[in-house]
């Protein structure tokens, strides 16, 4: 069965320090894709990076990196120099091939940053 | 600018009403989908639509119905048979061959007492 596991439902990290936000995930299929989305107290889902499982490198967007280790199947997110503006909910998710290339979602990880 | 708007983003209803949550969207993307999110959770899909005139259920598309007679437009209907209908709404759309592009609308919380 495909599935998102991310095992950390809250965290704390000092502002302007690094933080790793766990996931990992099971699927039989070779072609997939993974994404995390912030998700501040509005309720409205951020894009924040995206890693193909044939992407070599992994993928950077500004201070959002994605440690992909597809052996283990482990996708985790580093966000660098927090910001208390980061404070939110993040969710990792996994697109998958059948039901219209639907995503399947973890149970997220509630992200606290302190001044 | 483009995205993906939906009406309104607070709904109150008496058990027993049908109700219809709004999404549009702009960026002429071709799939379209409605998830549901309960406190604490992550998202599962309802229903998804990935060309006009088109949809197919998601895991949890009991008590619920959509249309799909535009490509901007996918309204999804709460029945009266959902029995917990009250949770926070997201449409989303995405465009087919971009993999990596996925947008979600500000979402809409729906309340039924």
């Known amino acids: 069965a495909q599935k998102i596991t991310q095992t950390q439902p809250g965290m704390f990290v000092q502002e302007k320090e690094a933080v790793t936000l766990d996931c990992t995930y099971d699927?039989?299929?070779?072609?997939?894709?993974l994404f995390w989305y912030k998700q501040p107290s509005s309720g409205e889902m951020i894009f924040l990076i995206y890693q193909g499982s044939y992407d070599e490198q992994n993928a950077t967007e500004g201070r959002y990196s994605l440690n992909f280790q597809k052996a283990r199947k482990s996708a985790n997110l580093v966000i660098s120099a927090s910001q208390l503006g980061d404070s939110a909910m993040y969710f990792c998710?996994?697109?998958?091939?059948?039901?219209?290339?639907?995503?399947?979602f973890g149970q997220g990880t509630e992200l606290s940053v302190k001044p | 600018d483009g995205g993906i708007t939906q009406s309104p983003k607070y709904l109150f209803r008496k058990e027993g009403q049908n109700v219809t949550l709004s999404c549009e969207q702009n960026l002429n993307h071709d799939a379209m989908y409605w998830y549901r999110q309960d406190p604490g959770q992550g998202l599962r899909l309802i229903y998804y639509s990935q060309i006009v005139n088109d949809f197919q259920k998601g895991d949890i598309a009991e008590g619920y119905s959509v249309s799909r007679e535009k490509k901007e437009s996918f309204p999804l209907t709460v029945t009266s048979a959902q029995k917990n209908p009250t949770a926070f709404y997201l449409c989303a759309s995405h465009r087919q061959g971009r993999t990596y592009e996925q947008y979600f609308g500000p979402g809409t919380r729906l309340t039924v007492t």
């Open positions: 699927t039989s299929d070779q072609s997939y894709g």
């Open positions: 998710a996994m697109r998958v091939n059948n039901q219209g290339g639907k995503l399947i």
